[in-house]
């Protein structure tokens, strides 16, 4: 649908542009852009890369000639070790010319299984600056519908790594005959190329220039001095360059050691040559740098930091420090650079993850590998938790149990820190949920959930929320533990409300106030019924929904639960606003807002809804002014808290006041503004409604 344009627009984040003659839209600020810098995320390239020339060529040809509404695809296949990435950052690095809006770079599998499409759309709008002051829409194909959006108007070079299926990129494939992809996957693809993808397999390197790459790592006097042995060494590693690089590296340590007694002239096929690399720096590493390269290969998530790592291994932080670092120079780890919240990320090559698993089944005993596991989760809860500390501290906490709590408990200092650690951490969720699941960790699964609520709050990963949940209560049931059944049940109805899944969400909160009945729990029944009222009141039943609402409210008023009631309050006073009683919504939003401000530690999101909400009924009783005075207070803290479905909706509820007071002009001028913050949300069923909005008062 193409959604509508009108002359007084008010960009979601700049300075007024025009002079409209909107009596309300200069009591609100909108600040100008942040700088975002152009993201240049491709890896860079060792000074001793080696030829690639019929490579480069490929990629020059294959991405020269776009389609008029499409994007070049190129696809680099081969096995792992052969130097595919390395091969697409050169060549993306020569042509960055091409590319002055950003290189992207986005791995498709992490932790050993294909990663979510959703969590990659997101981190390549991340990348071009999007979701740092506002929240990305939850459901993956809003989130592509945003990528196409912004991608369609910007030259970009997109590297897809780690591919399995054509699947997986289709959708990532810019509609802009001026962006570019570079795929790289083990095998073919061969469904690409029937959309107009060409293809290169990649070869091992010849004789004479995995010589070459070898003597630049060991030094050519040292080649020059056994040209025999050089030779016989570049042969064994089979021409791949992971190889090359991991013997090299060893020899570059020894170098009293003669080329020819290299352990790794013992391969037993070219074939094996990474195989037997690894294990000749594996078996020359020391005992504290072996170990944890055994010990985090069994980690199951995408990346690792520092803290995690020594949490999940048992090593002091500042010797883990050193030891990623010793083993990122030995070529065993990658290192992705420094993530906010997270500190120094690292990623293990795939092929020395899988071998580092298998020496570890060897090596190490059952428990041990288990403990790190458990570990890892522990962690993994303790942190989460401490994000429930910092931004949602009303949360509900369940009785916890650490097994291994880590030596520094995580604190963040702010919440935009807690809030980044959240974001950066999401990938990680579904793996750890899944070994949790498998290893029959099912009271660490349900707590890591349950502190996982500002991830699935204050981010609106509602998508992921929902299956959490449901995986949640499954485990919740096998723990048998009848309040974590309770908690994983109400919040799993918590997660199909926000994914407008009304008559689920309902039926979930009536089977946790079942619960809550059985064990007289007033307050928990309380909140169950305010959930149905909730449910009934987000369907436009505002009739059906008071009943459960103002029994809610009873419930918490005789249980002296001044949040709980004012929370009931703010939908009893909408529901009589929208009924056609505003003066009734006024008294009971007031009192609502009141309560929340008093409360100890404060709730700014609710008491910012229930000044939206007053505002709203202030315009319907036909107080203007003191409508925009309120809407704009809530505004303001809707900006502050940086929630960005409710900062768009506080700018429609102007639009709404500046219509029904007679001034057209501001009116399309909030719509306008309005529907750009939707739009840079990707809330298409938002969109929808401004669309009509702007068309009704144009049509007046």
Known sequence: MTHSTVSNRIDGSSQVRTSVQARDIQAIHFHPDRVWPIPRQLPAVTRVFTDRLEGLDFLDSALADPAPTTASVAVISGPDGIGKRTLAARWGHRAADRFPDGQLVARLRGAGRP????????????????????????????????????????????????????????????????????????APLPALAAHGARHHRLEPLAPEHALLLLGRIVGEQRVHAEPQAAAALASACGGMPLAIGLAAGAASLDPARPLGEHPALAAPAPSEAVTVATTVVYESLPEPAARLLRLLALVPAPDIDTLTVAAATAT???????????????????????????????R???????????????????????????????????????????????????????????????????????????????????????????????????????????????????????????????SAMIWGDRMAIREMTTTLALALKGTGRLDEAGQRYAEARALANADKDRSGVAQCTMGIGSCLWAGGQYTEAKPHLSEAARIYDDLDDLRGTALADILLGSAATRLGGPDDGVALLSEAHASLALLTPPDPLNAARALAFLGEAHSLAGRHELAVATLTEAHQTFEDLGHGHWRAHTTELLGQDAERSGAKQAALAWYGASLDQYAALASLRDMDRLDARITQVNAQ
């Open 115 to 186: 990663a979510p499409l959703a969590e990659v759309t997101r981190s390549l709008l991340r990348a071009l600056g999007l979701g740092e002051t506002e929240t990305l829409p939850w459901d993956t194909t809003e989130l592509l519908a945003l990528w196409r959006s912004v991608s369609a108007t910007r030259r970009l070079l997109l590297v897809l790594e780690d591919t399995n299926t054509a699947e997986q990129v289709l959708p990532l494939v810019p509609a802009s005959a001026q962006c570019a992809v570079v795929v790289t996957s083990a």
């Open 316 to 346: 002091p932080i500042v010797q883990t420090a050193q030891l990623l670092q010793e083993l990122t120079a030995r070529h065993l780890l990658e290192h992705s650079g420094r993530v906010a919240g997270r500190g120094e990320v690292y």
């Open 348 to 474: 293990l090559r795939p092929a020395v993850a899988e071998q580092m698993r298998a020496t570890a089944a060897r090596t190490d005993s059952t428990a041990i590998r288990t403990m790190v596991v458990q570990r890892y989760l522990d962690v993994l809860i303790a942190t989460a938790h401490a994000t429930v500390q910092r931004l949602t501290p009303h949360h509900r906490v369940l009785p916890r149990q650490y097994r291994h709590l880590p030596s520094e408990p995580p604190r963040f200092a702010s919440d935009h820190s807690a809030l980044a650690w959240l974001e950066a951490i999401a990938p990680a969720v579904q793996p750890a949920l899944d070994v949790a699941r498998e290893l029959g960790e099912h009271r660490a699964l349900v707590t890591l959930v349950h502190d996982l609520w500002p991830l699935f709050h204050r981010l609106r990963r509602l998508d992921l929320s929902v299956v959490a949940h449901e995986q949640g209560l499954r």
